[in-house]
């Protein structure tokens, strides 16, 4: 990539240590799919994909444990 | 990413070129050194269509050839060009190096030529040989942005459009190439791409809302809101750029005004050639009373009087004397006929004619009268004279005819001199008249108002759009609020609302993280480009230097500030090497503060630089950089060779045989035009690249034109 990762990862990691921790390990969660996002979207740019499902199903796996977190 | 080496085949001058670059990290300068017409900008262009395609070309290659411009012979030749670059490339899995092969076919007959499909071809370069990479385009593209071709690949010239042209086109140039190198356009492409997730997910929620009427209403609210945002932000930014290129318009309208009305406004101008008639024509005057004057002065009195004023002293002597002998006046007879008319003489006696004694006393005095009549009509013209020339004859007091003379002169001069004056303004303000321009300064007036007007509704139009855009996101939020509240019902709605939230989470990290970099990251590349720029203009603000900071806005402008703050625009306030200083400073900043490892590549930086400035460049370029690459004229190399001996890694020279016997030495031996290289670097020359020491740029130049 032109730019660089790290620089953008030290951006992203201090915005997520603002979000709340709605249940324990949810940052880290977060963090992941923040990293599968990015790489989503790299993937995206060299060949084309239906990123926005392959996001969503992503969000699908941290919502279900968010959720689970809270009911059990 | 690095670049480590250049292959080059029929691209113009260079017909089969091949060098490396340095990729040292102490030593991280390479130097092409070439003398003008030797192959730098053909070079420069080579690698950029090497690397980006047609659209690196001047005129996106539309009109330029590319194959050598000597094979033009009658018949029909086929030339392939190519460009060959290695280049290394950071991965996940460490450094990766690829070479890249673009070539195309040139059909070229005489002066024609026709060119067909370019072909790209990647290869992973590994021990074991090399692996064709397929889709090489949408492989290369990422490490090599097309906005960013102009931060890695630059010409001292082209550099300058950061800050030059219109105000809209310069802040795109700078926000592209801030955007890439930051890597703006990934977050933001993800952000948009959450939305997307969200609204999908909103749509989840309305369908299996069942019969819960109110949070199917929650839901298309927010199904509402999310399809009318983009429209809405869509807008603000059309009305923002709007707004600007009116703003570009007004200033532009306004420059040309100040323009005009410095060459003049000429209607102003008329009034003033008026006055300058009726200057001349009242000093004409003058000119001819005095003229007058000075004539009447010689036929004057005055001037007689003084010039014979020794014969005229001599005379009123005499005819003093006269009349002191009472010969003048002569008033015998006036005296004599005065006395027979008295009855007494004045001695006493009688003059009564009826007496005898009065009678011979009358016949004395007829006889008197009779004498003086007969005695001297000399005396008579003595005596008029006497009396006549009393005013001729008085010497001359206060005022001489040569003090009238010299003030009539003086006069005359001014009035000449006047009438001199008036006709130069007359003829400076015609000629002022005819060299305008036909513009209408009223019209230029009413345009730049026009333009001022309508920014201004602009600028109202994008207040009002953000403002709408504001209360937008905040019924979204609100209707987000709303739509959780109800989730929390039952279980599959609790699910869909952690999904939500999840999403909602992301979408906030991404748009504070591209906040902070607009924000928190603009400023640093700020902040380094003003150090740099400073360091190389050898400016002090603590002291008395004309510019005192560098900036960009955070609408993306690179700005520049003199003392007390005072805004410079440097595309017009600033010197050739100040301007050229700052674009580098802003590409070099950009590059340190994104910490991408980017080939900084400068064909001729240093022109119009020279002393400090140009020193100044070298060394914070090459500091700066990662990896830099200058295409230098010996001119340019000269004073900065200590600083080359420390940072270059790998140098070559470029030789335009063609420059011989005007600028080369020694007769390369041959009529190609290709351009030769060898390895001599800044302290040494060989029979191939030496240049005559004694060669004359002008008759060089006339005889590259012949």
């Known amino acids: 990539m032109a730019y660089n990762d790290k620089k953008i990862l030290q951006v992203l990691v201090g915005e997520l240590g603002q979000v709340p921790e709605r249940c324990k390990g949810y940052r880290e969660e977060l963090g992941h799919l923040l990293g599968d996002v990015l790489n989503f979207e790299r993937e995206h740019a060299i060949a084309k994909s239906n990123v926005v499902k392959k996001i969503a199903d992503q969000v699908n796996t941290v919502g279900m444990f968010l959720h689970k977190s809270r009911t059990h | 990413m690095k670049l480590l080496r250049a292959h080059i085949e029929n691209f113009r001058l260079l017909k089969d070129v091949t060098f490396e670059f340095s990729t040292d990290k102490d030593r991280n300068l390479t130097v092409i050194r070439a003398a003008n017409e030797s192959g730098k900008t053909t070079l420069l262009t080579a690698l950029q269509w090497g690397l980006f395609g047609d659209e690196a070309l001047p005129d996106r290659g539309r009109s330029f050839r590319l194959s050598p411009i000597d094979i033009s012979s009658g018949d029909k030749v086929s030339v392939t060009t190519s460009v060959e670059v290695d280049c290394e490339i950071p991965t996940r899995t460490g450094l990766r190096t690829y070479r890249l092969i673009r070539f195309v076919t040139e059909t070229v007959r005489g002066g024609q030529w026709e060119r067909g499909a370019a072909n790209v071809n990647l290869f992973h370069l590994t021990p074991n040989g090399a692996a064709p990479v397929d889709n090489p385009e949408a492989h290369i593209r990422p490490h090599l942005p097309r906005e960013l071709r102009e931060v890695f690949f630059t010409d001292g010239d082209r550099a300058l459009s950061f800050i030059e042209g219109s105000k809209g086109d310069q802040m795109k140039r700078v926000e592209g190439a801030i955007r890439s190198l930051l890597g703006l356009t990934v977050v933001e492409d993800a952000l948009s791409h959450m939305r997307k997730v969200s609204t999908e997910l909103n749509q989840k929620v309305k369908k299996d809302s069942g019969n819960r009427e109110e949070l199917q209403t929650v839901s298309d609210r927010l199904a509402e809101l999310e399809e009318q945002r983009p429209g809405l932000e869509e807008q603000v930014r059309k009305a923002r750029e709007a707004r600007l290129k009116l703003e570009d318009l007004e200033e532009e309208a306004d420059r040309k005004l100040s323009d005009a009305l410095r060459k003049g406004n000429r209607e102003e101008l008329e009034k003033q050639r008026q006055a300058a008639i009726r200057g001349r024509q009242s000093a004409e005057k003058d000119a001819a009373q005095a003229a007058r004057d000075h004539a009447n002065l010689f036929r004057s009195e005055l001037l007689g009087k003084q010039l014979l004023a020794g014969p005229f002293a001599k005379a009123k002597a005499v005819l003093d004397g006269l009349h002191k002998q009472g010969k003048i006046p002569n008033q015998t007879i006036p005296v004599l006929e005065d006395r027979l008319n008295q009855p007494i003489c004045i001695c006493g006696e009688s003059l009564d004619p009826n007496d005898a ?341 002008r008759e060089a130049v006339s005889a590259l034109g012949a």
């Open chain 2, 357 to 697: 004694g009065g009678q011979r006393r009358r016949a004395h005095i007829q006889h008197l009268i009779e004498d003086s009549r007969n005695s001297d009509a000399l005396q008579e013209k003595v005596t008029a004279l006497y009396y006549g020339a009393q005013e001729l004859l008085r010497p001359v007091e206060g005022r001489t005819w040569s003090d009238e003379y010299s003030d009539v002169f003086e006069r005359r001069q001014r009035a000449n001199t006047r009438c001199r004056e008036f006709g130069e303004q007359e003829a400076a303000i015609e000629a002022k008249i005819a060299a305008l321009p036909d513009v209408d300064i009223q019209q230029l007036r009413t345009t730049r108002d026009h333009y001022r007007c309508q920014a201004k509704d602009a600028q109202s139009k994008e207040i009002r759009l953000n403002s709408q855009l504001d209360a937008m996101l905040r019924d979204i939020k609100l209707a987000e609020a709303d739509r959780e509240k109800l989730l929390q019902h039952d279980e599959k709605g609790m699910k869909i609302g952690a999904e939500l939230e999840v999403a909602h989470d992301l979408q906030q990290v991404l748009t504070n993280a591209l906040e902070t970099m607009k924000t928190r990251e603009l400023k640093q590349v700020s902040d380094r480009m003003n150090a740099l720029f400073l360091e190389m203009i050898g400016a002090d603000p603590a002291q008395r230097s004309i510019i005192t900071r560098a900036a960009i806005t955070p609408e993306f402008r690179i700005v520049v500030f003199g003392r007390f703050d005072h805004p410079l625009d440097p595309s017009q306030d600033l010197n050739g090497a100040s301007r050229r200083a700052l674009t580098i400073a802003f590409i070099l900043a950009l590059t340190k503060v994104s910490e991408v490892e980017a080939p900084n590549v400068i064909d001729t930086p240093l022109g119009m630089t020279s002393g400090y400035v140009k020193r100044a460049i070298v060394q914070l370029a090459s500091q700066e950089s990662s990896q830099l690459i200058l295409f230098l004229t010996h001119d340019e190399i000269k004073g900065c060779e200590d600083i080359l001996d420390e940072r270059v890694g790998k140098i070559c020279t470029f030789t335009n045989p063609a420059l011989y016997p005007k600028i080369l030495a020694h007769d390369p031996g041959t009529n190609d035009t290709g351009i030769v290289l060898c390895d001599c670097d800044h302290h040494r020359h060989c029979q191939v690249c030496e240049l005559r020491k004694d060669a004359k740029p």
